[in-house]
């Protein structure tokens, strides 16, 4: 297929990254790419969804990922996946002597293994420069159901106007649903039964790097999972904190161990971020050494310094990712031409189990199978007849409405046409009658 078709064919059906920050992936399609790289990682804990549906998708994933490989002319299809996850490497195994450029990496049980960095690192050997691109290095990446959604584009016609969210935490059933682009959180926990935590908090996208909201947020194209969590659960409490007093205590705490740095999966790639450093900087309001706040911009938020590394149990991550807010709100930009040290052979033993991790965050008795349940299986109990589709749901500029109120739509109709420069298009994702439209959403209700 010509690159610039199959480009105009993700953009116009709204595909972005399926998880992360949401890039729209037909500008990921580079004649550079010598390696395309298939993440199947499931960077954070609990989550299930990118192991499951290539489970049961293997032969429509494989063959699209070939597909995007022939486009861009890569040498190379490498399918990134852990060693555990022995029934999609069982998938796998029925179809990629079919793609004689496609090979699968072994992945160790590590986080976070899925960060595009690391993946790339251990699945090529391929160091991307901090604040690079991985088209840099002539990779490029996409997740298992940012694949899948390719393959419905390219052979059904069907838009991005779903997504797989996994649910797992104080639920009476643990379960990964597809759900409506724009369905309320509240509406899709309801699908695990009862709540099992008296005074429950929503935790979406995942426990390091999610972020605490409301029931009544809407499911977006990036949502991979909501962690049901009672509000007193110590990853709560760490979501919520008052960042003047995190800054009081790093004053008074920090004793400049430097496991922080240590663990740091970048620092681990030669990248120059010294989160213990940027600490006592912070702390002691020490300013005579700026590259210490300017690498701050080159932190991936993993947040493995406050969440396992930290023994005073303070929050390196919450204060860099104030100081990057703050430096790009006064227009900074990250340094450029940072040359990564070497990466060091102590990288290897530096790598944090998942199994541990999840058990110093006291999450180890969630880690459920969260079964993958039929596509239209959301219909059957009717939780959701209302939907606010975000129409900024990717990076980029936000798709320009083209209904108005009172207009009847169908699923799959485009309601947002994609703006200027960097943005994709937006499509209803419930059979009904728009009911409010303004610059920032679309809510449709059923009739």
């Known amino acids: 297929m010509d690159i610039q078709a199959l480009k105009q064919i993700?953009?116009?059906?709204?595909?972005?990254?399926?998880?992360?920050?949401?890039?729209?992936?037909?500008?990921?399609?580079?004649?550079r790419a010598e390696v395309i790289l298939m993440n199947c990682a499931e960077c954070e804990p609990l989550l299930k969804l990118h192991r499951q549906l290539l489970e049961q998708r293997a032969k429509e994933i494989l063959q699209t990922f070939d597909v995007i490989a022939q486009t861009v002319g890569a040498k190379e299809a490498v399918i990134g996946i852990k060693k555990e996850y022995k029934a999609a490497l069982k998938a796998i195994d029925r179809y990629i002597d079919f793609y004689p450029r496609m090979r699968v990496q072994l992945l160790d049980s590590a986080y976070p293994m899925g960060?595009?960095?690391?993946?790339?690192?251990?699945?090529?050997?391929?160091?991307?420069?901090?604040?690079?691109?991985?088209?840099?290095?002539?990779?490029?990446?996409?997740?298992?159901?940012?694949?899948?959604?390719?393959?419905?584009?390219?052979?059904?016609?069907?838009?991005?106007v779903d997504k797989l969210v996994t649910v797992v935490g104080e639920v009476e059933r643990p379960v990964t649903v597809r759900v409506p682009i724009g369905a309320a959180i509240s509406s899709v926990v309801a699908y695990g039964g009862e709540i099992t935590a008296k005074n429950p908090?929503?935790?979406?996208?995942?426990?390091?790097?999610?972020?605490?909201?409301?029931?009544?947020?809407?499911?977006?194209?990036?949502?991979?999972?909501?962690i049901?969590?009672?509000?007193?659960?110590?990853?709560?409490?760490?979501?919520?904190?008052?960042?003047?007093?995190?800054?009081?205590?790093?004053?008074?705490?920090?004793?400049?161990?430097?496991?922080?740095?240590?663990?740091?999966?970048?620092?681990?790639?030669?990248?120059?971020?010294?989160?213990?450093?940027?600490?006592?900087?912070?702390?002691?309001?020490?300013?005579?050494?700026?590259?210490?706040?300017?690498?701050?911009?080159?932190?991936?938020?993993c947040g493995l310094c406050e969440n396992y590394s930290c023994p005073q149990g303070l929050a390196p991550r919450s204060l860099i990712a104030d100081y990057k807010a703050?430096?790009?709100?006064?227009?900074?930009?990250?340094?450029?031409?940072?040359?990564?040290?070497?990466?060091?052979?102590?990288?290897?033993?530096?790598?944090?189990?998942?199994e541990r991790l999840e058990a110093r965050l006291g999450l180890a008795k969630y880690n459920a199978d969260a079964p993958l349940l039929a596509d239209d299986w959301w219909k059957k109990d009717g939780h959701i007849?209302?939907?606010?589709?975000?129409?900024?749901?990717?990076?980029?500029?936000?798709?320009?409405?083209?209904?108005?109120?009172?207009?009847?739509?169908?699923?799959?109709?485009?309601?947002?046409?994609?703006?200027?420069?960097?943005?994709?298009?937006?499509?209803?994702?419930l059979d009904g009658v728009v009911q409010e439209v303004t610059d920032g959403f679309v809510i449709i209700a059923e009739r």
């Open 10 to 31: 993700l953009q116009e059906n709204g595909i972005v990254g399926a998880g992360g920050a949401g890039f729209p992936t037909y500008a990921k399609l580079d004649q």
């Open 115 to 160: 960060d595009e960095v690391v993946l790339i690192y251990e699945a090529t050997g391929r160091v991307i420069r901090p604040g690079g691109l991985p088209i840099e290095e002539g990779v490029a990446v996409f997740n298992v159901e940012t694949v899948y959604n390719v393959y419905r584009a390219l052979e059904l016609g069907t838009p991005v």
């Open 201 to 226: 908090a929503f935790l979406i996208g995942g426990p390091m790097m999610g972020n605490l909201q409301e029931g009544t947020a809407p499911v977006t194209k990036t949502t991979n999972a909501i």
């Open 228 to 301: 049901v969590l009672d509000e007193n659960h110590t990853l709560v409490r760490r979501k919520r904190r008052n960042p003047a007093i995190d800054l009081k205590r790093a004053a008074s705490s920090c004793c400049q161990c430097e496991t922080c740095t240590s663990l740091c999966p970048r620092h681990g790639l030669g990248h120059p971020i010294e989160p213990h450093k940027f600490m006592r900087s912070a702390a002691n309001k020490d300013f005579q050494d700026t590259n210490v706040f300017l690498n701050t911009m080159f932190c991936s938020s």
């Open 326 to 354: 703050g430096l790009r709100k006064a227009g900074v930009k990250a340094l450029q031409g940072v040359v990564p040290a070497p990466v060091g052979e102590s990288r290897e033993y530096r790598k944090v189990p998942e």
């Open 385 to 429: 007849r209302k939907v606010k589709i975000l129409l900024g749901q990717h990076i980029g500029a936000p798709a320009i409405p083209v209904v108005e109120k009172g207009a009847q739509v169908k699923v799959g109709d485009c309601i947002a046409r994609p703006a200027e420069g960097l943005s994709v298009g937006i499509h209803a994702s």
